[in-house]
């Protein structure tokens, strides 16, 4: 086995004691995040990047840093939406049903410790479908011209749009801007300025760590300070965090079955974990059809879409190593954090950077067992900081925002840009204009550009070349596709009890 | 309702506009394509008004001024003021903002702004402003 031998030297970069570090704390801060309101991955991934690239750090240790925060995250989600019925991202959405019902049966350490588990088990299984999906994917786009990257990317968007439960006019309206934010600055091939108003501070173009804290964070600000209610219901822990062997077994299959779908689901761009867990949740009340408990607190319910969610955070990872297009906001930070720590994710990424892939790969073995090791036995230090009060939270949040907005360029200027897109952010919050197709529009708006000149220009100006190769019309055909699927999916999942279709595409 | 999602639009047309007056045939394709996004969006949007927008009550409009107020403020100031005391009186005003004792969010802001020094700028080498004001 190839990748077996490629994990393994993987394993020597993951284990180095700095990495073994990192893979730690970036799954601490992201159980953290994931739990407490107002942070968020996307939030404290964006607020960490411009610190790994200060710390000058090499790529491969930033990287396992960065995507411990995110899949650390998809853990701590769990917490709060079972403790508290608080989810934090709308892929725990489904876990709250019986999770939270089961704390209301005096069950909420057995929930805890089955979602751990389910956690455990989705990051693990679907850490060894990117190893072995990874290079054969790779091995395929190898053959995409720029025109198929562009179809490609514009199957993202269709993806996302469609997946991120708002109308699709208002995604389109959101992925239009982002794309415009990205044409902000000179324009790289004829060097003309375009969209900056005159201010020499956009020239450079608008910073995407800039444009993220400030429509994600600064706008969670307003709307925090927009709730009425300063404090939040202090979380009583009920019950060990422990559950029998016997019980675990019990939910072996569902778990198994929950990494699967999470899995396959993450691969596609757009759908993400909310997509994930639902579909989760409810084939595990089919499966089990009238032996189920489900919404009064059967813990298959929390098992089947928390490895669901989990296996999904790292699918995701997938199209986002190998062929460079991320499908969600997260991702799509991700990406640009890669772009700038110079390492270009594509076909070529396995070949080029193997210490970076496979050390990563083999580090998300390491993070995901000192997860199950703070969720189990130290599941209560977490839950204490649930009870930080929200006036020193928020602002120390909003501090280390400034910092990082401030690092990026070290210029105060950013700062009031920062703040505009929080009041941009906000305003689109309000309208229910979804937020993530921004930070996707802008991180993949040079590419899709880069992509779409070099496409016309090898054919001499003849736009038609984007539909021309077999591969670039089944991507225009999977995109249309793709604005369908909401539909179907939700003639799908609503038998769900008391659950709305899935919204907020921030997963 | 309806004004406020005519509102919305005519953004976006504001937006649009500005689009079709790109600059010559080159980097004039992907913003035109943008441009034709976000008509077929507005149009779409404004064939079928969506109904009302929660505006917040008078209190929390103000906080969030205040916040908006906050954050602009420290932008300008930071050159001059400095981190340290910027962070510090930032920090405060939010702490208050959402509901904490005076004192409590003062020292929050002091006491964070000096570990984030410290980790910016001795373990990270980060440089923040020290301020133009003290320097002179």
């Known amino acids: ?507 | 309702m309806l004004v406020l999602t005519g509102v919305a639009t005519a953004l976006e047309a504001w937006t649009f506009n500005v689009a079709f007056m790109t600059d010559p045939v080159g980097p004039k394709a992907l913003p035109l394509l943008v441009a034709g996004a976000l008509v077929v969006a507005g149009a779409r949007l404004m064939a079928r008004p969506r109904s009302t927008v929660q505006l917040p009550d008078t209190g929390p409009a103000r906080r969030m001024m205040l916040a908006a107020a906050a954050f602009i403020s420290y932008g300008l100031v930071l050159p001059w003021l400095g981190f340290f005391l910027s962070t510090t009186i930032v920090v405060g005003v939010l702490g208050v903002l959402f509901g904490g004792p005076r004192v409590g969010s003062a020292v929050a802001g002091a006491g964070l702004s000096a570990v984030l020094w410290l980790l910016f700028v001795m373990v990270l080498s980060l440089p923040l402003p020290i301020g133009a004001l003290w320097i002179r």
């Open chain 1, 1 to 507: 086995m190839d990748s077996l031998s490629h994990l393994i030297s993987g394993f020597g970069v993951a284990l180095q004691p700095f990495n073994i570090l990192l893979a730690a704390g970036g799954v601490g801060v992201g159980t953290f995040v994931g739990m407490l309101p107002g942070i968020g991955p996307i939030n404290a991934i964006a607020i960490l990047i411009p610190v790994t690239f200060a710390s000058g750090m090499p790529a491969e240790s930033a990287l396992i840093l960065l995507v411990g925060i995110y899949y650390g995250s998809q853990y701590g989600n769990s917490i709060s939406t079972i403790l508290l019925n608080v989810p934090g991202t709308a892929s725990a959405v489904v876990t709250a049903i019986d999770g939270h019902a089961m704390t209301r049966e005096g069950r909420g350490g057995e929930a805890l410790a089955i979602s751990a588990v389910a956690s455990f088990v989705g990051g693990t299984l679907s850490i060894l479908g990117l190893v072995l999906f990874a290079p054969l994917l790779a091995s395929w786009a190898i053959r995409f011209g720029p025109a198929e990257y562009f179809a490609l990317m514009v199957f993202a968007f269709s993806a996302l749009s469609s997946f991120a439960g708002a109308s699709i006019s208002r995604a389109l309206a959101s992925t239009a801007f982002g794309l415009w934010l990205a044409t902000v600055g000179l324009d790289p091939n004829s060097a003309i300025p375009r969209y900056t108003f005159g201010q020499i501070h956009l020239l450079d173009g608008m910073d995407f760590v800039v444009v993220t804290i400030g429509l994600f964070a600064v706008s969670e600000v307003f709307q925090l300070l927009e709730e009425s209610d300063a404090g939040q219901a202090a979380a009583s822990m009920t019950g060990r965090v422990a559950i029998s062997l016997r019980d675990l077994a019990a939910n072996g299959w569902t778990m198994i079955r929950g990494s699967v779908i999470g899995f396959l689901v993450g691969v596609l761009p757009g759908a993400g974990g909310t997509i994930a867990s639902f579909l989760a949740y409810s084939a595990e009340e089919r499966v089990a059809g009238s032996t189920g408990r489900f919404g009064r607190g059967d813990p298959r319910g929390v098992a089947g879409p928390e490895s669901a969610n989990n296996a999904a955070a790292n699918g995701a990872l997938i199209p986002l190593l190998t062929l460079g297009v991320p499908g969600s906001g997260t991702t799509a930070v991700l990406l640009g954090a890669l772009l700038g720590l110079g390492v270009t994710p594509g076909p070529l990424l396995l070949e080029q950077e193997p210490d970076l892939f496979w050390g990563l790969a083999a580090s998300m073995y390491v993070g995901n067992a000192f997860l199950l090791l703070m969720n189990l036995p130290l599941v209560g230090v977490f839950v204490r900081a649930l009870t930080i009060p929200r006036w020193l939270l928020i602002p120390g949040v909003s501090a280390l925002a400034f910092v990082a907005v401030y690092a990026v360029n070290t210029s105060a200027f950013d700062l009031v840009l920062m703040t505009l897109f929080g009041v941009v952010g906000y305003l689109m919050r309000k309208f229910d204009f979804p937020l993530a197709p921004v930070v996707l529009g802008l991180v993949l708006g040079p590419l899709m550009e880069k992509n779409l000149r070099r496409a016309i220009a090898l054919s001499g100006g003849d736009w038609s070349v984007l539909f021309d190769s077999p591969i670039a019309i089944t991507l225009w055909g999977l995109a249309l596709a793709s604005l369908m699927a909401p539909v179907l999916l939700r003639r799908w999942t609503n038998d769900l009890p008391g659950v709305d279709a899935p919204d907020l595409g921030e997963s």
